[in-house]
């Protein structure tokens, strides 16, 4: 038996670490795009997230003013029991989410669309998300937290098989010039593209490729690896870099996710996640002990099956 | 790794003078010092719409409007925890911001991807104010280390945390970069001109969607904003 008091305060421990810590592999890739940059405002934007990556951290404060809409993915092994269940654990989730907001603090971001009330900790109706994978054997349940900046970057798009990969490039380069201009993405990116499924399931996976993978880790399908690789080559060489001036720093990666669609259709998403690319994960096992990590580890074989049985 | 580039880094007051604002260039580096406040969508409806009276004396108290919502929290005491400051995309606010300019006297609009050329001719110009991006985004960690003290917060109540009016004492709070000058130019149009140029070699090999949409463009060069 999980014990709920241990998810709470692993909880919160996450939320403070999304949003003052950038994830190594992030942070490699983008030190890379700054060795490469040559536009003068470029570099000067670069270096200064740099800098800022540090002095968030030095003052265990959030790296970005927008800390984003705080959500949970919740993966669960196939014998993992949780003290209270799974209403016990929402009911923790919220909470944290709620306590972090105060403590780090973050900034609260979440408001009814219509009649913008705010109750000033990032908890409401619908929010945080809070969504759920399983997998076989294991009696752990890892907590992953995203807080995915929110108004710029996402676009979907209803193509056909006729479109074929050059429809393809064309949605993807369209999506990232369009909110590329001025920086409105927070590029340099990691950048997620959804294929297939319906329209719902498209953006959830685009959104999943751009928050709960690594930098330079593949699609376990070489072809579809080999696109992620000329895409992100693609998108850093349209000529622009962070903040949408001249440059070469637009892609830190490309992850490409795909589900099962519609016979006559192919639906994507494409998804930028920011410049403060905020996930952190723990492992809690059912004898209390809890290891944090900053690969959700998300997209297993089991995940990605294909088959009627596992 | 640091690399030297050609970029001016400037001191800027929060109260600047025409003079200090005539010298800037879009592309300067720009660090304020004085007090600086936040207004965004629900302080422009409340103000401008509602017809509210301001709870600052503007642009005496301050003449830099940052478009920005603190990741911050006030405690019970009153007492406030602030810590990383970012800002907001500032394009939302065009139909506010010449009636706003009339209303707070501001100099400085500080806020996320610039405004439109015509915007700041048309309302910016007149009333010889600039405006700066903040950096990023965002340097929210940089910029909080900026901030001295809040000294005040005003419509908490009225809007929530996230809209509520922070006043900021700052000291050598930045970096921001000048994106429009006293003419009305913008650094983000002339560098979209720039990277418009070669977007056809880009896009080769690639095919328009089979199934249009309405209000769709391929005029590449569209500001969008």
């Known amino acids: 038996m999980i014990n709920i008091e241990v998810i709470q305060k692993t909880a919160e421990s996450l939320m403070a670490k999304a949003a003052i810590e950038i994830p190594d592999d992030y942070l490699t890739g983008l030190q890379k795009a700054a060795n490469d940059e040559d536009g003068d405002l470029s570099s000067f934007v670069l270096e200064a997230m740099l800098e800022n990556y540090v002095a968030a951290k030095e003052d265990r404060r959030a790296m970005c003013g927008d800390t984003g809409c705080p959500r949970w993915y919740v993966k669960m092994g196939n014998e993992a029991q949780i003290d209270g269940g799974p209403i016990a654990l929402e009911a923790a989730l919220r909470r944290a989410t709620a306590n972090a907001t105060k403590s780090v603090p973050l900034r609260p971001n979440r408001v009814h669309p219509l009649w913008r009330t705010d109750h000033d900790n990032n908890v409401g109706i619908g929010a945080p998300e809070i969504e759920y994978g399983f997998e076989p054997d294991g009696n752990w349940i890892d907590l992953v937290t995203v807080h995915k900046g929110g108004l710029f970057g996402t676009d979907y798009r209803m193509l056909f098989p006729s479109d074929g990969i050059e429809g393809i490039k064309r949605f993807y380069l369209d999506s990232l010039v369009a909110f590329g201009k001025r920086g409105l993405a927070c590029q340099p990116a990691i950048i997620g593209i959804g294929l297939g499924g319906s329209k719902d399931t498209c953006m959830v996976l685009g959104k999943r490729a751009a928050c709960l993978r690594m930098v330079g880790d593949r699609n376990p399908d070489p072809k579809i690896a080999a696109l992620e690789d000329e895409f992100k080559e693609l998108g850093n060489n349209i000529g622009m870099g962070a903040m949408g001036f001249v440059g070469k720093s637009m892609v830190i990666d490309c992850n490409i996710e795909v589900g099962y669609c519609h016979t006559g259709g192919m639906q994507m998403s494409v998804h930028a996640f920011c410049l403060s690319s905020r996930r952190a994960v723990a492992r809690i096992y059912d004898d209390g002990r809890v290891e944090f990590r900053t690969d959700p580890a998300w997209f297993t074989d089991y995940q990605r099956r294909e088959t009627v049985e596992w | ?225």
């Open chain 2, 1 to 225: 790794m640091v690399k030297d580039n050609k970029l001016r880094k400037i001191r800027l007051s929060a109260n600047p003078t025409a003079e200090a604002l005539a010298d800037l260039r879009i592309g300067d580096i720009v660090y304020l010092d004085g007090t600086v406040y936040t207004a965004r969508e629900g302080v422009y409806k409340r103000v401008l719409e509602d017809g509210i009276a301001m709870p600052m004396d503007l642009p005496a108290d301050s003449a830099a409007n940052f478009h920005c919502s603190p990741a911050a929290t006030q405690h019970d005491d009153g007492s406030f925890d602030l810590g990383a400051v970012t800002a907001t995309a500032s394009f939302r606010f065009s139909k506010w911001i010449g009636p706003w300019l009339d209303a707070s006297g501001a100099k400085l609009i500080i806020g996320k991807g610039g405004m439109s050329s015509k915007d700041y001719r048309e309302h910016f110009v007149p009333h010889g104010a600039i405006y700066l991006t903040t950096v990023g985004y965002g340097t929210g960690a940089l910029l909080g280390r900026g901030v001295k003290q809040v000294s005040n917060l005003h419509w908490k109540k009225e809007l929530g945390l996230a809209q509520a009016m922070w006043v900021l004492d700052v000291e050598n709070f930045g970096p921001f970069i000048v994106e429009s000058d006293l003419d009305g130019n913008s650094l983000f149009e002339r560098e979209n001109a720039r990277i418009s140029a070669s977007l056809d070699k880009v896009y080769e090999g690639t095919r328009p969607a089979i199934l249009k949409r309405f209000g769709e463009t391929d005029d590449r060069s569209d500001e969008m904003i």
